[in-house]
């Protein structure tokens, strides 16, 4: 899938430029494009309601795609309804809407807004594809580069029982867990040590996980920890 956004969206990108260089100068197109002028209004409406309400229905009633929202984690769309939230969703449903109107503008506008919302669609296509290479490369790799990692270990090593950290791994299992590996050495009784533990793990799954192990963007988390101790 992401493959195939990204094909899609570099052809769209290179069939737009290539008409605007022919519109640019006075050579003659080595290719001859045939488009229609504009397409009438009731043309594509039938096709725009079907992809609409599809998207809803796989949306709303069968949660499709859930698991591509999760691991795409688009944290601007977050204030939207979850089916919304999924920018495979709302790329489909705002589309299909926008091609109801298009016929109703007039003949210059229809050939600037065309153009927009060809390209437009081609980005939206791009970032998609891009996020989900990055996303899906990640988990191949075993790694999780998300966001509060530097500020996890930052207050790991600040604790007071924290001699220091030999080891720390996060990584991604698969769309909805992730793991949190570390190997500490540590300083204190073994009553210490289990309240250092559950001090550790609750940090990981409130700053990384949102809390409770679960966040956001669905991903749960597991942490492991092995303790060396210190001799004071």
């Not at 939206?124 to 530097?150: D, E, N, R």
């Not at 220091?164 to 793991?179: I, N, P, R, S, T």
């Not at 949102?210 to 956001?216: D, Q, R, S």
Request: aromatic share 6%.
């Amino acid at each position: 899938m992401s493959i195939l956004l990204l094909f899609m969206g570099f052809d769209l990108i290179s069939h737009n430029a290539g008409h605007l260089l022919e519109a640019a100068g006075d050579h003659e197109p080595h290719h001859e494009h045939t488009h229609p002028a504009r397409v009438p209004a009731g043309t594509v409406d039938l096709v725009s309601l079907l992809a609409i309400a599809s998207t809803l229905i796989s949306a709303v009633s069968l949660k499709n795609h859930a698991r591509i929202a999760r691991a795409m984690r688009t944290v601007p769309l977050t204030f939207l309804p979850a089916f919304l939230a999924n920018p495979s969703h709302l790329l489909t449903l705002s589309c299909s809407s926008v091609l109801l109107l298009i016929p109703l503008l007039s003949y210059e506008a229809y050939a600037w807004f065309d153009l927009a919302l060809s390209m437009a669609i081609a980005l939206a296509m791009c970032a998609l594809g891009y996020q989900l290479v990055k996303t899906l490369g990640a988990m191949l790799l075993m790694s999780h580069s998300g966001t509060g990692l530097a500020d996890v270990l930052r207050d790991i090593e600040t604790d007071p029982a924290v001699a220091h950290v030999d080891e720390a791994k996060f990584w991604q299992v698969h769309y909805g867990l992730c793991m949190a590996n570390l190997k500490l050495r540590v300083t204190g009784s073994e009553e210490a040590l289990a309240k250092l533990r559950e001090r550790i793990t609750n940090l990981v799954r409130s700053r990384l996980g949102g809390g409770y192990g679960t966040g956001m963007g669905g991903q749960s988390w597991e942490v492991s920890m092995q303790f060396i101790l210190e001799k004071d």
